[in-house]
């Protein structure tokens, strides 16, 4: 069975920092592209991406994190990270990991962590 995991959410300052991580598991046989996408609770918005990268190294950063979030990933330990520094409050939401998947007998397509909760506030 494959699963995403993340961790590194939580509470913080604004113009803080916090590092999030997403590990897969099971039998993957590759993972092409990962991302970060975020959804905030209570407020009507639908799931935003935040960022993606692909297997080379190739990034995408929404237009909102550009400059301030970075994306970057470790294909050996199938997993993929999110510095975010000059934090606000607006980047309060729940932050979701997302990878495309393909197992050894099939493909699995976009799969979803659980997501982890980031609240930036005083």
């Known amino acids: 069975q494959v699963q995403l995991v993340e961790s590194g959410g939580g509470l913080v300052q604004p113009g803080g920092s916090l590092r999030l991580s997403c590990v897969a598991s099971g039998s993957i046989y590759s993972i092409n592209t990962m991302g970060w996408y975020r959804q905030a609770p209570g407020t009507g918005k639908q799931r935003e991406l935040v960022a993606t990268i692909t297997i080379s190294g190739s990034t995408v950063h929404a237009d909102s994190v550009k400059g301030r979030f970075t994306i970057s990933r470790d294909n050996a330990k199938k997993a993929v990270y999110l510095q975010m520094n000059s934090l606000k409050p607006e980047d309060t939401a729940v932050y979701y990991c997302?990878?495309?998947?393909?197992?050894?007998?099939?493909?699995?397509?976009?799969?979803w962590g659980q997501g982890t909760q980031v609240t930036v506030s005083s």
């Open positions: 997302n990878a495309d998947v393909r197992t050894y007998s099939r493909y699995l397509g976009g799969l």
